[in-house]
């Protein structure tokens, strides 16, 4: 019997404590995970949706707090484009829709929009102008579910499913995206008018204060709108989500410091429970080195198994529990990077608290831990 | 086999041992001196520290004062213990003190089982000592299927595994029952004759003085 061979054979001694102590790592684990995902899918929501179109600035009804509730003249948008610091000029229309038991986002799209070319359409094509057709986010077509081909009533007409697209912004994987003028055209109230403007500079004014004199210029040549940088838009027109953001990341902090916490116990109380059997490798004339490399691989072999468990449970069962909430606006995300780096801290947190106790309990005499004194 | 002439193979000179929970003094300037070869017993009632005296010389515990000399070198100099114990000493628990979960085979090899590699010699002397222990059919059996007798034979087997010079037997008969005890007894007493290996009992019980070539008597920490 080897190194190798006794530290497997001492691992699958006590099935049933293997078993609690792996449940309990994969279950912190799992738990911090979600919260991860969570916390990131919301951080990611905004900053995807007005970042990766390097949208600069956001045009809205005056003095309209509620951006579903704003109107703008969809003519302003050529008017915008004639501006010399302007690149491009988009209309936007937005509005919420009830489908089935629950909202949904339904945006309106010109049929030249350089929107369509940040997202990907996965399955079937574009809606073409003029037709009563629409694309929807991959959550969507999950959920609902919904594939091509099939009949969607929005906003009391029918649309045919002609694709399904993929996004960066969690918002838009649960949304349809139909043509502009056939949202405006369904909808007698939205006849004309947009709900937003985005819009994009020519790269020399792409910078703070020259975005802010562009701002300012649209203000004073059309003082029936706002005119706003798209970061302070972002920040407050989505106080709320913001607000969620840092409850969420909160959350997530509190639940990594119980998981380290439980964990810690988890694996002193283990250790604790071997003190007798170290005393007794040590008194047999195992080193005391071997003795805390053998707590260290048993240690690494739980965690690192117990973090893999935790992370798969984590990851699959966020997603099936938002499959299952019908929660569209939101989706979790994943950082890989920082989620590892949390869950190796985690890990690392479990290895170091078993190898204190350890530590201490070979630099005490053999015969008083096994005692137990 | 004995021979009390030249070095001895254990010796203490004015050891004392105090436990500083208790503030017991378990030893007070204790003077042995153990040749190789020979079959001694340390015979005390309960709390005579014979049990204490047996811990210092395997190097389980450390003395309060006084020196211990391993053929003459002083225990005190030596950084590793646990080598020495490894290297030199065979210790037969009266608990036993089998690890849970392993079989006879494996718990034998657990002295060993440090090392990345276990050559094929070392399970075959495994062996070979369980045959002369009449274990061979129960190598492979888990020990908490074994009897009190048969344990004991196990950790026999496991201190002789190293073919250590010195063998510590902490109540070896303290769990068996009269029959048994004489078996181990006498196991003992083969081992020391037929290999010379130096063994130091240490007990509460009359009939290991037939057993043993003498007897050190030990009452409240000192010998008498």
């Known amino acids: 019997m080897t190194f190798l061979t006794f530290l497997i054979k001492d691992l699958l001694r006590r099935k049933i404590r293997l078993s609690l102590t792996l449940a309990g790592v994969s279950v912190g684990i799992a738990a911090c995970v979600m919260m991860l995902g969570l916390s990131e899918g919301i951080r990611g929501s905004f900053r995807n949706a007005y970042g990766d179109r390097r949208v600069d600035i956001v045009v809205y009804e005056r003095d309209e707090f509620n951006l579903l509730s704003s109107r703008v003249p969809s003519s302003l948008t050529a008017a915008l484009r004639e501006m010399p610091q302007v690149k491009d000029a988009l209309g936007v229309l937005m509005d919420v829709q009830r489908y089935q038991r629950s909202f949904t986002l339904v945006f309106g799209w010109p049929e030249n929009s350089p929107h369509f070319e940040n997202i990907k359409v996965v399955e079937g094509r574009r809606p073409d102008s003029g037709r009563r057709e629409v694309i929807i986010g991959t959550v969507l077509a999950r959920t609902a579910p919904l594939s091509l081909q099939q009949a969607i009533r929005m906003g009391g007409a029918d649309f045919t499913v002609v694709g399904v697209y993929e996004s960066n912004s969690p918002f838009e994987r649960s949304a349809v995206i139909m043509p502009l003028e056939v949202f405006q055209a369904v909808d007698r109230n939205k006849q004309g008018i947009v709900t937003s403007i985005d819009v994009m500079l020519k790269e020399e004014y792409r910078r703070e204060d020259r975005i802010r004199e562009v701002a300012q210029a649209i203000e004073a040549f059309h003082p029936e709108v706002s005119a706003q940088n798209a970061d302070v838009f972002i920040r407050e027109k989505t106080k709320q989500m913001v607000m969620g953001e840092k409850i969420s990341l909160l959350i997530a902090a509190i639940t990594i410091v119980a998981v380290v916490l439980g964990l810690a116990n988890t694996m002193i109380t283990s250790i604790f429970e071997k003190r007798k059997l170290m005393g007794i490798l040590i008194a047999l004339g195992w080193q005391k080195r071997r003795v805390i490399q053998l707590v260290f691989w048993e ?45 190796g801290l985690i890990l690392l947190v479990g290895v170091v608290a078993a190898l204190i106790p350890s530590w201490i309990t070979v630099h005490l005499d053999p015969i008083e831990v096994i005692r137990g004194e | 086999m004995s021979s009390r002439e030249g070095n001895p193979i254990i010796s203490t000179v004015n050891l004392t041992k105090v436990y500083p929970q208790t503030k017991m003094q ?5 003077n042995i001196a153990i040749h190789a070869g020979e079959l001694v017993g340390i015979k ?17 515990i450390s003395p309060t004062s006084g020196s211990i000399y391993f053929k003459g070198r002083p225990l005190a100099a030596m950084r590793d ?6 290297e030199n000493i065979g210790y037969i628990f009266q608990d036993f003190y089998l690890y849970p979960g392993l079989n006879v085979l494996e718990n034998l090899l657990l002295p060993l089982s440090h090392r990345l590699f276990v050559g094929g010699s070392s399970r075959r002397r495994a062996m070979e000592i369980l045959a002369q222990l009449d274990m061979v059919d129960k190598a492979r059996r888990d020990i908490s299927t074994l009897s009190a007798g048969e344990r004991q034979r196990v ?17 070896p008969t303290g769990s068996l029952d009269t029959k048994n005890a004489e078996v181990i007894l006498r196991l003992l007493q083969e081992i020391n004759e037929a290999r010379g290996t130096t063994i130091i009992i240490v007990t509460h019980e009359d009939r290991v003085a037939r ?11 000192q010998v008498v």
């Open chain 2, 44 to 60: 005390g009632p309960s709390g005579s520290g014979k049990s204490t005296f047996l811990h210092l010389i395997a190097g389980l």
């Open chain 2, 81 to 86: 213990k646990s080598l020495y114990r490894r």
């Open chain 2, 26 to 30: 378990a030893l007070k300037e204790v």
């Open chain 2, 155 to 171: 950790c026999i087997a496991r201190a002789l595994l190293n073919e250590p010079e010195l063998m510590l037997a902490d109540e």
């Open chain 1, 299 to 343: 240690t690494l072999l739980i965690t690192v198994m117990g973090g893999f468990l935790g992370t798969i449970a984590g990851r699959y069962s966020m997603d099936y529990l938002f499959d299952r909430m019908d929660l569209v606006f939101l989706v979790p995300a994943w950082d890989y990077g920082f989620l590892f780096k949390i869950v």
């Open chain 2, 211 to 221: 057993f043993t070539q003498r007897t050190i008597e030990m009452v409240d920490g």
